[in-house]
């Protein structure tokens, strides 16, 4: 009987160069995520800090929004914020119940078809369009011939958010279980009344979620909006007819101005810009995490 | 997954006719108005095309060729979009460049590095980039940003002054609206988008694959080398140009931060002028043919994002298909 000699085998980590080089990766990935976090919060700071000075009640209710040189404190932004939320609005109540239809359809009807891949490829496609161009194609088909218009503006919105609404709730659509579906054939449902009385409340949570954070990015849009909408400096109640503004397109021109006053109110303006965005961005994360029954 | 060939069980409810028998009226209609919802993504994109083009039509036959020269002054009926084509493809560039190594870093670090509870909040302030609006970008980047920036570019420029390849590419700043101040905010807004298609294709790796390369001893880098990169060139190259899709369609935060001169230079550290922010710029005083040109300039990016995302979703989805496939 001999004794064997057993070479000795190192089962944790693999020392020296190999090592290092790894943590050396592993490092700069964490160190990719801090470059990521400084302009992050350099521009939420920035954005807080001057916009916090900036706004009060009557910034925020008050009209009509003030010429360039007007120091802050005088009139308000109303008109703009007003324009915003209705304009925004007006897109979501066009584009939302569109895109669910559309997702329905690449879902629950088109399936592997080639009408339902080439439109689920496209809109993949079109959410790659330029915001500029939805805004100088709503100008050329509408604004031409109906003239400017809140109307107008919620259509260039409603064409940016269409593709997103549509692939977000086909992805929520496909998570929704077949037996559910196979489940309610048995029971002699029609097709139509299957989709809208069981598939579609299963993922009406992630579809709603999806189309809040659509909502969200095209309240932020300035581009579609420069040559829909015009500017105005009072409040346009009619979103139909008439020039109107909004929380963006008014930053946008004021960015630009050497007055202390008109910056001060861009800042303003942005700070509110982003409450509305990171709002809806917060009931969308709530919604999901109250509501989504099916999820990867 | 249902599809219309199996639309048989949908035979009214309690009828005793076969199951063959024609659906109800308020079922047809359904699907008729889906299919037409579904279609109507085609329908804009084919009138985009249309209406604009028709309305630059004009620019494109009195110019001709003329197009593609530098010399754009709408005073002398002259436009000619070379510059802003130029400068759409450097700004575009260099945010590819900053924004790439750092999103897909930033996947890595997401798929293959932290657990899955860390990566989610990870993920949320990630995409906090994202909901930023342009134009908060371009209002922080022209106030804040900008003059910070003017400050560095000036020490730049006279450490490389008299050198022969950097002067011409870091020389002669005049403010901190550039080239390069706009292809960085770039830069940040397409960070989230690349990150997250990147983060999709690495998780498509099988994680048998990567449990292969760990058994074998390898250390995370390597198993990354060895096994996560070579599965996912192509979706990260697709990624890659869907993020320089969006940094070329990029408008206000661009407007607002490039410095709004139409020329042609190497110097990055210049003024310069890109196709969509001239577009946001010049569009309001603009009528007749200046006004066709300015949507001509929209049609041609129109064109080149449509063909990049069609190039881009081509090779993810291949990439994709290919991986289920295997």
């Known amino acids: 009987m001999t004794a064997t000699e057993q070479p000795a085998v190192n089962l944790r980590e693999p020392a020296g160069w190999r090592r290092t080089k790894n943590q050396i990766a592993t490092t700069l990935m964490a160190l990719s995520f801090v470059i990521v976090l400084i302009p992050l919060g350099f521009v939420l700071f920035t954005v807080i800090a001057k916009g916090a000075s900036a706004i009060s009640w009557s910034f925020l209710t008050g009209g009509p929004i003030p010429p360039n040189v007007v120091p802050i404190g005088i009139g308000g932004m109303w008109p703009a914020i007003y324009g915003t939320l209705v304009i925004t609005g007006l897109a979501a109540v066009i584009a939302v119940p569109l895109g669910v239809l559309g997702a329905i359809y690449v879902n629950e009807y088109g399936g592997r078809g080639p009408l339902a891949q080439v439109v689920r490829f496209m809109s993949d496609v079109m959410t790659g369009v330029p915001s500029i161009v939805m805004g100088l194609f709503i100008f050329s088909i509408w604004v031409l011939h109906f003239g400017y218009s809140g109307l107008a503006g919620a259509f260039a919105l409603a064409c940016l958010m269409l593709p997103v609404v549509i692939r977000s709730s086909e992805e929520m659509l496909k998570l929704v279980p077949d037996p559910l579906r196979e489940a309610s054939y048995a029971l002699g449902a029609t097709k139509s009344r299957v989709t809208l009385t069981v598939v579609l409340p299963a993922a009406i949570g992630g579809i709603v979620s999806g189309a809040l954070l659509a909502i969200a990015r095209a309240a932020g849009e300035t581009a579609p909006l420069l040559f829909t909408i015009l500017t105005v400096t009072a409040t346009n109640a009619n979103v139909f007819k008439g020039a109107n503004t909004a929380l963006s397109t008014q930053i946008f021109t004021n960015a630009t101005q050497p007055y202390l006053g008109a910056q001060a109110r861009a800042w303003g303006a942005a700070l509110t810009l982003i409450a509305i965005a990171f709002i809806l961005m917060i009931v969308a994360r709530m919604v999901t995490a109250r509501f989504t029954r099916y999820s990867r | ?326």
């Open chain 2, 1 to 326: 997954m249902s599809t219309a060939a199996q639309a048989d069980p949908a035979a009214p409810a309690g009828s005793a006719s076969p199951l063959a028998h024609r659906r109800p009226l308020g079922d047809r209609i359904f699907q008729i108005l889906a299919a037409a919802a579904g279609v109507l993504v085609l329908v804009i994109l084919a009138l985009i095309a249309i209406s604009t083009s028709q309305q630059a039509s004009s620019w494109f036959s009195t110019q001709g060729w003329k197009i593609f020269t530098v010399d754009w002054n709408p005073a002398t009926n002259s436009f000619g979009a070379l510059s802003f084509i130029y400068g759409t493809i450097i700004t575009a560039a260099i945010a590819i460049i900053l924004s790439v190594p750092i999103s897909v870093a930033m996947a890595l670090l997401l798929t293959e590095v932290v657990p899955r509870r860390w990566a989610r909040p990870i993920v949320y302030v990630v995409d906090l980039l994202a909901v930023v609006p342009s134009v908060v970008w371009g209002l922080w980047g022209i106030l804040v940003f900008a003059p910070w920036l003017f400050n560095i570019y000036t020490s730049i420029a006279s450490g490389v002054k008299g050198i022969p390849v950097l002067d011409a590419l870091f020389g002669q700043p005049v403010s901190g609206a550039s080239f390069f101040t706009c292809g960085i905010i770039l830069a940040f807004m397409i960070t989230p988008i690349v990150t997250s298609l990147s983060r999709e294709v690495f998780a498509t790796v099988p994680a048998i694959d990567k449990e292969g390369a760990y058994a074998l001893g390898a250390t995370r880098l390597e198993m990354i080398r060895g096994t996560v990169w070579p599965h996912s060139q192509g979706g990260v190259v697709g990624a890659v140009l869907l993020g320089l899709g969006r940094a070329m369609g990029e408008t206000i935060a661009a407007a607002l931060v490039i410095g709004s001169s139409p020329v042609i230079t190497s110097h990055l550290f210049a003024a310069g002028y890109d196709m969509p922010a001239v577009i946001a710029n010049q569009f309001g005083e603009a009528s007749g043919e200046f006004r066709a040109a300015l949507i001509g300039l929209g049609v041609m990016l129109f064109v080149i994002t449509i063909v990049i995302n069609l190039i881009a979703r081509g090779v993810v989805e291949r990439s994709a298909r290919r991986k289920r496939g295997a």
